[in-house]
């Protein structure tokens, strides 16, 4: 079994930064990809980065197009934690951020195992 728990969530004005956590515990397999979706009220989880060792040789990152150059996800295998570098933050980022981990990377929510309790983001215009 894997626990997700997220940090680093809040309220921030539209333009500003924020810096999401999700620390890892448990077995370590099922946790090569990692990633972060959100949910604003009344709309479908979807995805936002993912980061995924490959094959142990090289590290691949996935942005949606909504966060690409705004948003840098990485990770930290030594304390088994990965980072969501959220800039030039809109209020349309506005939602819950939920940390997930798989076995292989994808960006389909049904592809990964293990989901954290999630953390609320706001940005206020």
């Known amino acids: 079994q894997v626990h997700l728990a997220e940090s680093g969530g809040g309220l921030v004005q539209a333009g500003g930064s924020l810096r999401l956590s999700c620390a890892a515990s448990?077995?370590?397999?099922?946790?090569?990809?990692m990633a972060w979706f959100r949910q604003a009220p009344g709309k479908e989880r979807e995805f936002v980065a993912a980061?995924?060792?490959?094959?142990?040789?090289?590290?691949?990152?996935e942005y949606a197009n909504s966060v690409r150059n705004r948003f840098t996800i990485s990770r930290d295998n030594a304390k088994n934690t990965v980072y969501l570098q959220m800039n030039s933050l809109k209020p349309e980022d506005t939602a819950i951020y939920y940390c997930a981990a798989a076995a292989r990377l994808t960006l389909e929510v049904f592809g990964y195992d293990y989901w954290g309790q999630g953390t609320q983001v706001t940005v206020s215009s």
């Open positions: 448990g077995r370590s397999f099922g946790t090569n990809a």
């Open positions: 980061v995924g060792d490959i094959a142990g040789r090289y590290v691949r990152t």
